[in-house]
């Protein structure tokens, strides 16, 4: 019997010929990012030593510029730690600045066929450029830093066979509500993307579904190399790899197909994505009092691009917040430069420097006492942007866009068709 994706890695960085669910396997930790969070006054506890300075990156994110005290620490004790143990590889305030998985992709640091691990949730993303990456606890990253080691429990597979190619204004944020609100969760397991229709996508829009991936509870994320993919990586970095195939006769707990043709934008209702995906009309003409685009899911370049084209010669309504928020200072650098910002701030939206910022309820757009919010991040359960009172729907930029505009949650093919 032939192995999945996720398993012929773990075998590969276990030492073994192969392995199967329900095994534990202790694999070699090839990149292991730290962020401000494991930084935090009350959790650090000082590292003596670091297994190789060359498999560890820094990144500030979560709350940058800082936001409180306690964040302002931790950005100077990571600095310190950065100094320390020369590590080459750190991405302060300013012009590194970035969301840790966002510059996974910028920087081309997950290389196919490898282990990624850091301690946010939607490590996975990175599962985007053929490799297993997962978030794993504080003390778990830590341990990976200091022995160049972690250990896993095997999970079965679940592959997804895209087809098809996306209607105007659907995305794959859309199929991803699609597949959350149809399959469920699908904790304890892994799940793989492929199929002739990942042909029709972008690396960009592909990462929004490794990235979701967690909201499915799924361990690891992967998807099917092509040469899109292969490419991306090699521009970016120039180390060795050697991308991972599913063998034919791999076994899967099951194999289900997403036909991107037939999709249509999708609200996800508030409190979990989780069986609570339905079509943007249910939720249409709900007054909403902020919107939201950005985070590691949806703050690329062609999220941008895509709200901006909402919004172009168009204005938000004067009751809503529309905040905007790029996953990199590269990412809003290049859509400065291709006159995106102005499209946005002109519509009256508010741009924001690259961070986790709102989608984490931390800084920069934190919901207050019963307000309604519709966002294009990652999460939507109770408290997660701020007051646990609020609502959280999750859409695509575009249905966010269209949200912002009339006030209340809308159709964005009213714009885009």
Same mark, same amino acid.
């Given at each position: ?14 030492g ?22 494991n ?14 300075r ?15 005290q ?16 020369g590590?080459?590889r750190?991405?302060?305030v300013g012009?590194?600045?970035?969301? /840790?998985?966002? +510059?996974? %992709? ?5 290389? #196919?066929?490898? &282990?990624? !691990? ?22 778990d ?12 429990r ?22 991803f ?8 969760d ?7 993307y ?18 979701? /991936?967690?909201? +499915?509870? %799924? ?5 099917? #190399?092509?040469? &899109?993919? !292969? ?47 339905r ?6 003409g ?14 690329t ?5 895509l ?20 996953a990199?200072?590269n990412?809003y ?15 009256g ?6 961070t ?28 997660r ?7 959280i ?24 068709i």
């Open positions: 019997m032939g192995m999945t994706i996720a398993e012929k890695i773990l075998a590969r960085k276990s073994q010929v192969r392995v199967g669910p329900g095994d534990l396997v202790t694999v070699e930790v090839d990149t292991v990012i730290l962020f401000d969070n930084f935090m006054p009350s959790i650090w506890r000082e590292i003596l030593k670091i297994k190789d060359e498999r560890v990156i820094v990144v500030l994110d979560h709350r940058v510029p800082a936001a409180t306690a964040s302002a620490a931790a950005h100077r004790t990571a600095r310190q730690f950065v100094e320390k143990f590590i080459p750190f991405h302060d012009y590194k600045q970035g969301i /840790s998985h966002q +510059l996974v %992709a910028d920087h081309g640091y997950a290389l #196919p066929g490898t &282990v990624l !691990l850091c301690s946010d949730s939607h490590t996975c993303s990175a599962g985007v450029f053929n490799c297993v990456a997962r978030g794993v606890g504080g003390p990253v830590v341990y990976a830093a200091i022995k160049g080691e972690t250990w896993f095997v999970g079965e597979t679940v592959r997804y066979e895209i087809e098809g190619k996306p209607p105007p204004a659907v995305t794959m944020k859309d199929a509500l699609q597949i959350a609100g149809q399959y469920g699908h904790a304890t397991m892994n799940v793989e492929g199929g002739p229709g990942i042909a029709n996508l972008s690396i960009n829009a592909r990462k929004t579904l490794t990235t979701m /991936s967690a909201e +499915l509870s %799924a361990e690891f994320a992967t998807f099917e #190399p092509d040469e &899109v993919m !292969l490419e991306w990586v090699r521009a970016r970095n120039p180390a060795p790899f050697e991308p991972v195939y599913p063998d034919k006769d791999a076994k899967y707990a099951a194999v289900r197909k997403v036909d991107l043709s037939k999709l249509e934008p999708l609200v996800a209702f508030p409190d979990t994505v989780i069986g609570n995906s079509p943007v009309a249910e939720a249409a709900t007054a909403i009092d902020q919107a939201f685009v950005g985070s590691c899911a949806n703050g370049i062609n999220d941008l691009a709200a901006a084209k909402v919004l172009e010669g168009r204005r938000v309504s004067p009751k809503v917040r529309f905040i905007v928020t790029p990199s200072q990412i650098r290049e859509a400065a430069r291709l006159g995106i910002i102005t499209k946005l701030v002109e519509a939206a508010v741009v924001t420097p690259a986790c910022g709102a989608c984490g309820g931390g800084h920069m757009g934190v919901l207050g006492p019963n307000e309604t919010c519709i966002t294009a991040t990652t999460r939507n359960f109770k408290g942007m701020g007051d646990p009172s609020a609502r729907f999750m859409g695509s930029p575009a249905t966010v866009a269209a949200s912002a505009i009339r006030g209340v949650i809308s159709d964005p093919r009213e714009f885009l």
